[in-house]
Nanobody, 120 residues
Framework: QVQLVESGGGLVQPGGSLRLSCAAS????????MGWYRQAPGKQRELVASIASGDSTNYADSVKSRFTISRDNAKNTVYLQMNSLKPEDTAVYYC??????????????WGQGTVVTVSS
């Protein structure tokens, strides 16, 4: 019942910036951890960044100091600000949200993916 809608991907030159958004809707009692994953051609899906309900964050080493994850709890939305983009950042980016429909239960849901291409 809970769905995620992603937006913000596109084509950008090396050194450029993009901002990804992911909005959750449905029967949500509480959103716990929100995160961004990516999958490049021929590679496994990997965690890029995550943010907990207390706003603590975690980043992959490859994106530290370049990417920033944030959340707007009032809008049930998570963002990923990507700066100084490199060709190796090219991938399909997926939003993941872990939420509780009620006390004591937790589920995860994935967004549809948004394509980020960094190329000159």
């Amino acid at each position: 019942q809970v769905q995620l809608v992603e937006s913000g991907g596109g084509l950008v030159q090396p050194g450029g910036s993009l901002r990804l958004s992911c909005a959750a809707s449905g029967s949500i009692f509480r959103i716990n951890t929100m995160g961004w994953y990516r999958q490049a051609p021929g590679k496994q899906r990997e965690l890029v960044a995550s943010i907990a309900s207390g706003d603590s964050t975690n980043y992959a080493d490859s994106v530290k100091s370049r990417f920033t994850i944030s959340r707007d709890n009032a809008k049930n939305t998570v963002y990923l600000q990507m700066n100084s983009l490199k060709p190796e950042d090219t991938a399909v980016y997926y939003c993941n949200v872990r939420y509780s429909p009620s006390v004591g239960r937790e589920f995860g849901v994935w967004g549809q993916g948004t394509v980020v291409t960094v190329s000159s």
